[in-house]
């Protein structure tokens, strides 16, 4: 291995470190907040006014972070943005001290948590993008693909010990001290990202006038039907699948489980994902990949309409963790597509638009988890979600023969080759 490739495997390799400890904090910080506030509320629309406060910002200002991102240079971006949510991380830890609650009113505290979730709806929008845009300065075109299977993949276990860990750190040492430790996980991806040199800014249109650089970054994505297609297709599924939003009722009113069984139910999507991913790294799913997409969501609404109905803790996990299972799958070929069909220049602003259709939709789908379960019940919003998640899949497959018939083994070998 040449001394520049030795360079690339080590930097990709810090990225991933970088990568997981931000999404292991980001996972737990969230998990950790749900409790604490419907501990404090009992009510399912406080965590749907969760998920509002975090996507109100990440979706307004994901356009414009697309163009800051593809304007500037990525490492110092993200470590801005590292920074941005350790200090909102360090807030939750003083709002979380018990005494607190002495001196100022439950109101009081539950309106500052929420202030602190929509700062880091800003932080957001800006982190996916830099994300996606620098791995791609990291990795040579050829192993894009495994690269970014590598990249979800390692999300998807932090996605699974984050919530995992959070259940059994709110068991251990309470809401007070699991926020430090999501503090030290922040730092520690802080110190990996120092760790990559700065990287060259691709793009040949510096300074560009906001408006027409969005304009730009939105075209393409409304032009590419492979990648218009499968980011909606997502996007449905995730917003009325979003029953994850709803497991603290769940662990606490309706199965019973506690802190410990809330735990191992956040982490069972995940797991389920992350075997998905890994072994896509072995046996590639690039071949039929519409068909598959759509399958996988299909699968998808169905393994949430059987947690709805479920009044067995472990059923409820398996049917989660199947979730995750065909959840890894669609995101897979997801960013596959994106990294495959999406220029260097506009990373940033393609990334963005991800974020509205797919990232965000997770807490407009806990709102809308939330909402449901105030105005049918809890189990009846869930069964909803996952059926018009089926619905969805039946247009798509209808309406877009062309994305049905999408194929990317040629591409993702031609790549190889290059």
Known sequence: MDPY????????????????????????????????????????????IIGLMEVIPAVSMALFAGHIVDQKEKRTLLIKCILGFSVISMGLFILSEPSLSTKFSS?????????????????RAFLGPTIFSLIALIVPKKVYPNAATWSSTTWQMASVLGPALAGFSISWMG????????????????????????????????????FQSLREGLQFVFNSKAVFGALTLDMIAVLFGGAVALLPVFAQDILQVGSEG???????????????????????????????????????????????????????????????????????????????????????RVASVNSIFVGSSNELGAFESGATAKLMGTVTAVVFGG???LITVGITAFVSPTFRKLDLQEEVAHHERS
Not at 280 to 294: C, D, E, M, N, V
């Open 387 to 389: 059926t018009m998640t």
């Open 262 to 348: 809330f735990g191992i139910l956040r982490a069972a999507p995940a797991v389920g994902a992350a075997i998905t991913m890994i072994s896509s790294t072995r046996f590639p799913i690039h071949k039929y990949a519409g068909k598959k997409l759509l399958w996988a969501v299909f699968g998808f609404g169905i393994c949430i309409i059987v947690f709805g109905l479920s009044t067995s803790f472990w059923l409820s996990v398996f049917a989660l963790f199947a979730s995750g299972a065909l959840d890894g799958i669609s995101m897979v070929i997801r960013q596959t597509i994106l990294q495959l069909k999406t220029p260097d220049h506009m990373r940033g």
């Open 175 to 210: 809401v007070h001290w699991s926020m430090c430790l999501i503090f030290g996980f922040s730092i520690s991806a802080l110190i990996c990202i120092f760790r990559i040199s700065k990287k060259p800014i691709l793009n040949p249109k510096i300074g560009e006038p906001v």
């Open 107 to 123: 109101n009081t505290i539950l309106y500052a948590i929420y202030f602190l979730v929509f700062l880091g709806g800003i932080v």
């Open 5 to 48: 490739a030795a360079l690339r495997f080590r930097e990709f390799n810090i990225f991933l470190l970088a990568r997981f400890a931000m999404v292991f904090a980001w996972s737990m910080q969230f998990i950790v907040i749900e409790w604490q506030v419907y501990s404090m509320t009992k009510d399912p629309w406080s965590l749907g």
